[in-house]
């Protein structure tokens, strides 16, 4: 059987830094509800990276997560001087030295990954939904986040890739070949609004146009909840969810501003918050020492 | 920092605001609040606040009914406590 939200599992390593010769080498890990990231970064610097799916259980995926992030590296877990655990996971990693909301790491990661000028950072998980408002050094001076249901999250998206058999990666692009916006479905609850869908396909309405209704319903939610906290440029996206176009063009056309384009993986945004807050705590020690 | 904790779901929008610049980290939000949503915290960034802990996070309209009558006065008990004024209700 073929499992339409099933999205593909990667690593990477940077061929240009030499690990040896830094002095701080930290490591992040964003143990999400859908997926977990663990980031290795050398004296600020990002070096590695993982991304890879939860599952049922969070103190594994981080281990697996981070022994993946680290294969292909000569690194060994001794070598890293400190581990900042954050996300939904973060509380029961026990190799972790310290666990951090994932609101203000992502607002650090976002500061470091698109730069200063970022003061809203609007971030798409698999489970939730979070809006940020953050200063020059990446500091949040304002949050709100929708945990309570999964309408303006990934999970959602899942679904509906299983329901219309469409692979996930591509259910941004499908979602944009409509030649006329349809008007969207429920957009309060995945539930209804999948019933609603289902509904649409009976009446023979094509894939492409019930995957806009759910993209725009989905959009519109989750720019309710910028507009509530208020937004000012720049704006990004992160999380899975910004790599869905059919979502980020809504929004952009909804919101009247363009978010910055990722110079790194959107998804490793709260990871790199995590190991940059680590590089701040191991600065501190050697300060204290 | 303004925190923001509740949902916005079918019903309507169920916010706590926290403005912990305003805050001058008393705790008296906490001792008065009838159901035990607030609680006191140490923050990310090392600040003493109140939060609203993670159990009443999705249910503060239920939650925090006993101190909103549909009818009559509003005092809501936490609100009326800061004195810094740094918290607000969004319903």
Partial sequence: MVEYWRWKEYRWTSPDIDWKTAKIISCGIDVGSVSTQAVIMTDGQLYAYSNMRTGSNSPDSARNGLDWALKETDIKQENIHFIVATGYGRVNIPFANKAITEIACHARGANFMYGPTVRTVLDMGGQDCKAIRCDDKGKVTAFLMNDKCAAGTGRGMEVFADLLQVHIEEVGDLSLQVDKEPPPVSSTCVVFAKSEASALLRKGVPKNEVLAAYCSAMSHRVFSLLERLGVEKDFVITGGISKNTGIVKRLEKEMGLTPLTPRYDPQIAGGVGAALFAKSLVEKQRAGA | ?91
Avoid: L
Avoid at chain 2, 1 to 27: P, Q, V
Avoid at chain 2, 39 to 67: F, G, L, Q
């Fill in chain 2, 1 to 91: 920092m303004k925190a923001n904790y509740g949902y916005k779901d079918g019903s309507g929008e169920f916010f706590i605001t926290i403005d912990t610049d305003k805050c001058n980290s008393c705790g008296d939000c906490e001792k008065v609040c009838p159901s035990k949503v607030i609680s006191m915290i140490t923050n990310d960034y090392d600040e003493v606040v109140p939060a609203v802990v993670d159990e009443h996070r999705k249910k503060i309209k239920y939650s925090c009914a006993p101190c909103k009558p549909v009818a009559g006065p509003r005092n809501v008990p936490c609100i009326v406590a800061c004195k810094p004024g740094a918290i607000t209700h969004s319903w």
